[in-house]
Nanobody
């Protein structure tokens, strides 16, 4: 089992920045891709950014140029640096991690961007 704990969410004004962290613990071996998703009430959880174990990244178009995903494999932690935040970025942000055939999720962290 892998446990994921997110942190770093909060309330920020439009144009501001936040940095989310997601630390993995437990039976960590062969961790593959790690990713950030977000979800608003009544809507499906959607991918924001993903990073492979080798460092390759991809982003949803709406955050390209504003968000940066990174990972520290030594610390089993993935980060999401969010700059130039917009009200439409308001959501609960979840991280996930793939391990062989299993996919694990964190509990989520709220990000609220005020206009």
């Amino acid at each position: 089992q892998v446990q994921l704990v997110e942190s770093g969410g909060g309330l920020v004004q439009a144009g501001g920045s936040l940095r989310l962290s997601c630390a993995a613990s437990g039976s960590i071996f062969s961790l593959g891709s790690m990713a950030w998703y977000r979800q608003t009430p009544g809507k499906q959880r959607t991918l924001v950014a993903r990073i492979t174990s080798g460092g390759s990244t991809n982003y949803v178009d709406s955050v390209k140029g504003r968000f940066t995903i990174s990972r520290d494999n030594a610390k089993n932690t993935v980060y999401l640096q969010m700059n130039k935040l917009k009200p439409e970025d308001t959501a609960v942000y979840y991280c996930n991690a793939q391990q062989v055939l299993n996919l694990y999720w964190g509990q989520g962290t709220q990000v609220t961007v005020s206009s």
